[in-house]
């Protein structure tokens, strides 16, 4: 017997390993809720309430908010070092500071143009190259200076050498704070939105301006200007790296798994779990985990906030088949050649919409309007289409199989062929244009074991 627990408040509780098949989970607060390699299969969560328990969500985000500080100081102190490097002004050092400022501009536009994880691959052969250029100018300097005997010239060498490394580790320390900062915001905007992502950069920007105005004391103007134009531009591009990569920017995806798998790490957890052919109308799904997760049939419809659940792995990292679930309206729309297969679209609005050799095997379409669409050559093995309304289709070479389920079909006639200029009027059947077929002559009239398109 399926066991129920509607509205019931499971924040915390683990059902992890257990074969909860068909349960009623509806309306229930499941924050926290660990559901790791369950069975749960034809299990009802409509309007379930899943994602973090409060006192994680705030430990979380005051973690977030820390870090960000922290992170603030240290874009601040990236500048801070390039200024001071000039402010001791002799030529070497002014060469260095000009290549750390361009190295740091170059991994700033590569952040925007290509993403964080590219700026970092970017960013490491940049240093790994400057470390390798001083040590060899600093041994082509050495053979030059060989037999002067002078201490000053080994002293020369030493101060160069030390320039370039502190011009290295500004770049560095700039670098880590854009990247911090952002990925905070990222955390912090998938706890509680775009507000708090605005309030987690401003308090880096509180902290880095804090710096500036020290800095600019010891080390006056000249000091102060690359800290402040180092900090303005870490925090405007820690904002945008942060809302594009909330906005599922597939460039900043790697900052976005990152910050996300660290936040559902403690939400509800379906890691691993038989969801097929599960229910979630309606139900928040904010910081839930599906990593793994079998998703057959699963229904999405009217889901909220799945945008900012851990998907990966799984369909639903298309943005596109997400809102299509989510909303199960393909009306006039084009999915010709899509892999669809598995999903649920039990009730979907269908018609008029294109399905030419579209996947959509062991795919739920029970009680769909499928009225007018083009099913030439779909694979449909396994498809429930029970219920459905077909009158109109275009089925000409579509994938039907015995275990296809026709069972209750609606329809009145279908088209063999799509019309074309050469023939506006495609094989219908039935033939005769006055005629129509009766309640379930559609279904005995498709024989799977034959080909539809030579009837």
């Not at 799904?285 to 419809?301: M, Q």
């Amino acid at each position: 017997m399926a066991q129920n627990y509607r509205r019931a408040k499971l924040r915390g509780k683990s059902f992890k390993g257990q074969d909860l098949t068909g349960a009623d989970f509806s309306y229930c607060d499941i924050r926290g809720t660990d559901f790791t390699d369950a069975i749960l299969r034809g299990a009802n969560f409509s309007h379930a309430r899943a994602g973090l328990q409060r006192r994680w969500a705030i430990t979380i985000l005051i973690s977030a908010l820390l870090l960000s500080a922290v992170s603030g100081l240290l874009s601040a102190v990236g500048g801070s070092l390039l200024g001071f490097i000039v402010v001791n002004g002799n030529r070497e050092n002014i060469y260095v500071a000009v290549i750390s400022c361009i190295v740091l501009l170059l991994f700033f536009l590569i952040t925007m143009r290509r993403g964080v994880a590219a700026a970092c691959g970017f960013l490491a052969v940049a240093v790994v190259c400057a470390g390798v250029a001083a040590v060899v100018w600093a041994g082509v300097v050495a053979v030059a200076w060989v037999g002067t005997g002078t201490q000053t010239r080994v002293m020369e060498l030493s101060a160069i050498v030390t320039v370039v490394i502190i011009g290295a580790v500004a770049v560095i320390v700039a670098a880590t704070g854009l990247v911090v900062i952002a990925g905070a915001a990222v955390v912090a905007g998938a706890i509680a939105g775009l507000f708090v992502v605005a309030v987690t950069v401003a308090m880096a920007g509180a902290v880095a301006g804090a710096v500036v105005v020290a800095g600019a004391k010891v080390g006056g103007v000249t000091a102060g200007a690359p800290s402040v134009i180092v900090a303005v531009l870490t925090l405007i591009l820690s904002a945008e790296v942060s809302c594009r990569a909330l906005f599922e920017d597939e460039k900043q995806s790697w900052l976005r798994n990152i910050a996300f798998g660290l936040v559902t790490r403690r939400g509800t957890s379906f890691q691993g779990s038989d969801l097929t052919d599960a229910d979630f109308t309606q139900a928040i799904l904010k910081n839930t985990y599906f990593i793994k997760s079998i998703l057959t049939r699963t229904c999405w419809f009217q889901a909220k906030k799945l945008n900012i659940a851990d998907i990966r792995t799984t369909y639903l990292e298309d943005e596109n088949i997400r809102q299509l679930l989510i909303t199960k309206d393909l009306q006039n729309k084009n999915f010709d050649g899509w892999n669809l297969q598995g999903i649920n679209l039990q009730g979907a609005n269908i018609r008029d919409a294109s399905l030419v050799a579209a996947r959509l095997n062991e795919s739920n379409l029970q009680n769909a309007d499928i009225s007018r669409a083009n099913l030439t050559k779909a694979q449909l093995d396994r498809t429930d289409f029970r219920g459905a309304i077909l009158t109109g289709a275009y089925i000409g070479d579509w994938g039907i199989t015995p275990e296809t389920k026709l069972d209750g079909v609606q329809c009145e006639y279908i088209f063999m062929y799509v019309p074309t200029k050469d023939n506006p009027n495609p094989y219908r059947v039935p033939a005769n244009w006055e005629e129509t077929f009766k309640d379930g002559e559609f279904t005995q009239f498709i024989n799977p074991s034959s080909n539809v398109s030579k009837i």
